[in-house]
Nanobody, 123 residues
C-alpha cells in the first residue's frame, strides 16, 4: 500500500512562491506517474500538473502554465510543484497522486492519493 505525504503548503501573499513536495512511505516502487490536483473551497477537485517518473509526459492545466513547474527526484522518490506568481485563485488544498497512465488529467486514473496540504494566497 502506497501512502503519500505532501508538505510545503502555507500562507503567501499574491505574487509569492511556494514549493510543494510529495513523497511516499511504506513503498519503494518508483515507476509511477505523479500528479498534483487541487480543490478550492466549494469547488470540485481539479487537475494541476502531471509528470512521468522518467521526466517526460508533463502536462499542465491552462490556469497554471508558465507559473507552476512540476519536477521529480527519483533518487528521493519525490515529486515537487514549484508555484510562482501565486494568485488568490490558487488558494486550495493541493493533493499529490500516483497512477500508471501517462499524461492523463483524469482524476479517476490515479490510484494513490495524499491527504493534501493547504495553500492560501492572500490579496
Amino acid at each position: 500500500q502506497v501512502q503519500l505525504a505532501e508538505s510545503g503548503g502555507g500562507l503567501v501573499q499574491t505574487g509569492g512562491s511556494l514549493r510543494l513536495s510529495c513523497a511516499p512511505s511504506g513503498h519503494t516502487h518508483r515507476n509511477y506517474v505523479r500528479a498534483w490536483f487541487r480543490q478550492a473551497p466549494g469547488k470540485e477537485r481539479e487537475f494541476v500538473a502531471t509528470i512521468h517518473w522518467s521526466g517526460g509526459g508533463i502536462v499542465y492545466a491552462d490556469s497554471v502554465k508558465g507559473r507552476f513547474t512540476i519536477s521529480r527526484d527519483n533518487a528521493k522518490n519525490t515529486v515537487y510543484l514549484q508555484m510562482n506568481s501565486l494568485k488568490p485563485d490558487d488558494t486550495a488544498v493541493y493533493y499529490c497522486a500516483w497512477g500508471v497512465v501517462v499524461a492523463t488529467t483524469r482524476e479517476a486514473a490515479y490510484t494513490y492519493w495524499g491527504q493534501g496540504t493547504q495553500v492560501t494566497v492572500s490579496s
